[in-house]
């Protein structure tokens, strides 16, 4: 059988379609990573044995190796995070928007944030969230799925990238990324009781926009937690915290309650008194 390598683009009940050399293969993975505790991802890139040429059909023999993994949704080796949010219905949640950046930052995977359905009225409250998150380091996208406005600024941020689309129900990924493919997908109405769109997405799948251009569409979901990450390495994923980490008194220094802290120094000047009571939030559970 001949052996070649692909990138795994979809994945649903123990069976990944890998695209390799402008085709698309049915694979099952080897036992094996069973036994080891493995599950491949969408993104991962697979060393296979093809069984069948001509139904392409294969065996998935060997994950190599990956440069990143993201929890949720689980994907690998992902070059940048459009993280999207809706800037009214559903309103914008500033709380779950730096959780997705600060998981982001902690995956090492570059984050852009998008803010969609700038068409609406409140629309323009997206010119505030722009210079905030612009000042502290971060490519902002305004735009409209419906109008188009600036879709071609986003289209020349993806270009050459595998991109995952992160962000709540309803905000509009899937619309997104119908603007940007050349594959319709299917869309819902938000509803209009809980502001949340209709799961039209139902698993994470890596979506080709040209030969070199990925986007990975993922389920929606409203609720996210940094539990899982070191309280240690919160502060190191707030940007602006990075310049005066090490200025403080203690070299464990929480930057919380602990006098020297030149993080709270700065607190009103080069870091916004709003997002550091946000990283007060997400340490709170650990050191109330």
Do not use: W
Not at 50 to 74: C, F
Not at 186 to 205: M, P, V
């Amino acid at each position: 059988m001949v052996t070649t390598q692909g990138r795994i683009v979809k994945g649903v009940g123990g069976s990944y379609e890998v695209a390799a050399d402008g085709a698309v293969y049915t694979c099952a993975a080897k036992g094996i990573f069973r036994l080891r505790g493995i599950t491949p991802l969408i993104g991962d890139r697979v060393e296979f044995e093809i069984t069948h040429e001509a139904d392409q059909e294969g065996n998935v023999t060997n994950i190599l190796e990956r440069t990143n993994e993201l929890k949720r949704p689980r994907v690998a080796n992902i070059d940048q995070a459009l993280i999207v949010f809706s800037v009214t219905r559903p309103a914008i949640n500033i709380d779950l928007l730096d959780r997705f950046l600060i998981l982001a930052e902690s995956e090492g995977v570059e984050a852009v944030l998008v803010l969609n359905k700038c068409d609406l009225p409140k629309g323009d409250e997206a010119g505030e969230l722009r210079c905030t998150y612009e000042a502290i380091g971060y490519k902002v996208v305004k735009m409209s799925a419906f109008t188009r406005d600036g879709l071609n600024e986003l289209r020349g941020l993806i270009g050459g990238k595998v991109s995952v689309l992160a962000g709540p129900s309803g905000v509009g990924k899937s619309s997104i990324v119908n603007c940007i493919s050349k594959r319709l997908m299917e869309t819902g109405e938000l509803s209009r009781k809980i502001d949340r769109g209709k799961h039209t997405t139902r698993h994470a799948e890596l979506i080709p926009i040209d030969d070199d251009t990925f986007i990975v569409d993922s389920p929606g979901f409203t609720a996210l937690t940094t539990d899982g990450l070191e309280p240690g390495r919160i502060a190191g994923c707030f940007r602006e915290f990075r310049p005066y980490l090490a200025g403080c008194r203690f070299n464990d220094c929480k930057h919380l309650r602990e006098p020297g802290c030149a993080i709270k120094a700065q607190v009103g000047d080069d870091i916004s008194a709003e997002r550091y009571e946000r990283y007060k939030g997400m340490m709170g559970n650990r050191y109330s």
